[in-house]
């Protein structure tokens, strides 16, 4: 490493290219509302022969100067999957202002990071994706774990990022670095383009020796916006909201990334608008708040979904519109319903023809409530709200309190969770039953504090997913909520927890099968048909023998974990308190019964059934999925 100059005097300082990329994402930093923090605090990595010579050796380079401005901390997982799963649940934690980058080797170790990708990318949060990729000189080709494609000598196994990739570059000059770098931070900083950003790093180009400009490693501060609505469109969807005598607000996941929940709170109290979540924006208005209806869609309250029913006008702050949210869209049933969307992305604001209001959340509430100044629903609305989330409320006490042997149901489990967790202590989940349960009966005043990652519901996220959110907020109790199918899927990085010594408590529900699909498969009319864990039953050959000996606690024990196991609620609950009590990674191990009983559902989600059948159950099942179809339409 020397110090010189360019032929136009400039001064040039000679590093690698993986030195250079370290030395770059250590100046990034993120600025909203005056508060800078470094956008890329660390590096997740599994080192293989593609990257240990390049970013492992430039890793250990800065880590060497001690901490500092130069320095880019070192994490070390145990699958590349898990890494990108706790980078994202770190960003989302941080509100997108915040995340990390992942390096992994070539072939196979690339591309366990797509599903990850994925998952950032469909949830619109930032993560940096660093594949190591084959000789950009192709002196040695085909090297170990290389793709030969017939039609092309540039193509390699991490073209599979570009689509899962909100910006995807090939690194195969070391001068290429210059613009690609920037072109990444620019979508990662970018709350309607942010995802996955993929730079792929071939094995020699990251070795590879430059003459960098000093000037590229500058601090550099990228500005987070919050964008205002327009006068007309401001004047227009208010004009939609004044003429509505039932209106409903969605809040999703836009309002918890822009800090919003002061200005929801404040524009459902001026206007008494109730507010309905999604799960991502769950929390935003605490449950118990007078305007909060609860959870809305395929898997809400009744509640919200009673009131969408008969919305005339909707108001969408920050949400997709995910068919769970619109329950397949038969939830919002008024023939007349008129929409009015809030979203930094006018993807979104666009949907369901609405009248558009391309904002930040933050800004565009304030905006909205101003006015609409003077304005409100009529009594006998709010009191129509109130009386239904009250009966909701009932509903879920009933669903936390039943008693139900010789196994508890999951919702007792959850009730106990909620009884002794603190409001600032963070569930975690993704994927399975759990996730409805959640949607239904949790009782958020937190927004922070709930954490189910729903737009691609990735089993095996949560695990990895607690190890991220610890790292970004190690003031709260985390608490992963997993369920035997996903902790079978991604268990590992219990180690990372462990390694880092990180307080985690992890509570495995386990009920010998799939609940989720189980239940979807019997109202289809496939009779939970590979939905359990049993042996293969010799004569039926069929998997429907005896229950699998699976002991996943003492799975938990040899990845290092501490484990308690409950055998009913009972235990659960004093397993709780014990685990909150300790200092390390503890893991509650309790069984629940796989078929319920469920809490009570009020919206449909469209799973298309067997048209032609030669079982009864498919045929009632088809005759039942019809019916729900009539009620299904566009929103013109």
């Not at 196979?108 to 599903?115: A, D, K």
């Not at 009250?390 to 009730?415: F, K, M, S």
Request: glycine share 8%; charged share 20%.
């Amino acid at each position: 490493m020397s110090d010189s100059t360019d032929p136009t005097g400039a001064a040039t300082v000679r590093l690698t290219t993986a030195q250079a990329l370290v030395r770059f994402l250590a100046a990034q930093y993120s600025e909203r509302d005056g508060v800078e923090q470094r956008f890329i605090p660390g590096a997740w990595g599994i080192f293989g022969h593609g990257n240990v010579a390049g970013l492992g050796q430039a890793l250990l380079q800065a880590a060497r100067t001690g901490p500092g401005p130069g320095e880019l901390p070192y994490y070390l997982a145990r699958n590349e999957q898990g890494m990108v799963h706790a980078a994202v649940a770190f960003a989302k934690t941080r509100n997108r202002l915040q995340t990390f980058a992942c390096s992994a080797s070539t072939g196979p170790g690339s591309t366990n990071m797509v599903t990850g990708a994925a998952l950032a990318t469909t949830n619109r949060v930032p993560v940096l994706l660093l594949p190591s990729d084959m000789f950009a000189t192709r002196r040695p080709d085909p090297v170990l774990q290389q793709l030969e494609d017939t039609r092309g000598g540039d193509v390699t196994v991490n073209d599979v990022f570009r689509p899962v990739s909100k910006y995807f570059d090939r690194v195969t000059r070391p001068e290429q670095l210059i613009p690609a770098a920037q072109a990444a931070m620019r979508v990662l900083t970018d709350p309607v383009e942010t995802g996955a950003v993929t730079l792929c790093l071939p094995q020699d180009v990251q070795a590879e020796a430059h003459d960098w400009p000093t000037a590229f490693f500058r601090r550099r501060v990228w500005h987070i916006g919050r964008p205002l609505p327009e006068p007309d469109a401001l004047a227009r969807a208010a004009s939609v909201i004044r003429g509505a005598e039932r209106p409903l607000l969605v809040a999703g996941g836009g309002v918890v990334y822009s800090e919003a929940e002061t200005a929801l709170r404040a524009f459902a109290e001026a206007t008494g608008v109730p507010v309905a979540d999604t799960h991502a924006g769950k929390g935003a208005l605490p449950w118990d708040h007078d305007r909060a209806v609860g959870g809305i869609g395929s898997t809400g309250a009744r509640s919200a979904n009673e009131l969408a029913r008969e919305a005339d006008v909707v108001i969408g702050v920050g949400t997709r519109y995910s068919d769970f949210t619109t329950a397949s869209h038969t939830v919002f049933a008024d023939p007349d319903v008129t929409f009015v969307n809030l979203n930094v992305a006018r993807l979104d604001a666009a949907k369901h023809a609405a009248a558009q209001l391309v904002s930040d959340a933050r800004t565009g509430l304030e905006a909205l409530r101003r006015e609409l100044a003077g304005w409100e629903v009529g009594a006998g609305y709010r009191a129509r709200t109130r009386e239904l989330a009250d009966e909701w409320a009932r509903t879920t006490d009933a669903c936390y309190a039943v008693d139900h042997g010789p196994l508890p149901a999951q919702t007792a489990v959850l009730g106990a969770l909620n009884d002794v967790l603190d409001d600032r202590d963070v569930v975690i989940n993704a994927a399975g039953s759990m996730p409805g349960d959640l949607q239904m009966l949790w009782r958020a005043r937190d927004p922070r504090a709930y954490h189910v990652e729903y737009a691609y519901s990735c089993m095996g996220y949560e695990v990895a997913a607690g190890t991220g959110v610890k790292m970004a907020d190690p003031s709260r109790e985390v608490v992963v909520l997993v369920g035997d199918g996903s902790y079978l899927m991604m268990a590992q990085e219990i180690v990372t927890m462990v390694s880092e010594g990180l307080k985690v408590i992890i509570v495995i529900v386990q009920n010998h099968g799939f609940a989720s699909i189980g239940s979807l498969s019997e109202s289809l009319g496939s009779q939970r048909f590979g939905t359990k864990y049993r042996y293969r039953d010799p004569d039926s050959g069929r998997l429907d023998g005896p229950v699998l000996p699976v002991d996943l606690a003492a799975n938990a024990a040899s990845l290092g974990a501490r484990v308690i196991r409950a055998d009913g609620i009972t235990e659960f609950r004093a397993a709780l308190t014990e685990a909150k009590a300790a200092e390390t990674t503890t893991v509650v191990h309790v069984e629940t019964d796989l078929e319920g009983p469920n809490p009570p559902g009020s919206a449909w989600w469209d799973v298309p059934v067997s048209q032609v059948s030669e079982l009864d159950s498919t045929r009632d099942a088809y005759r039942t999925y019809r019916s729900h179809q009539q009620g299904q339409r566009h929103y013109l």
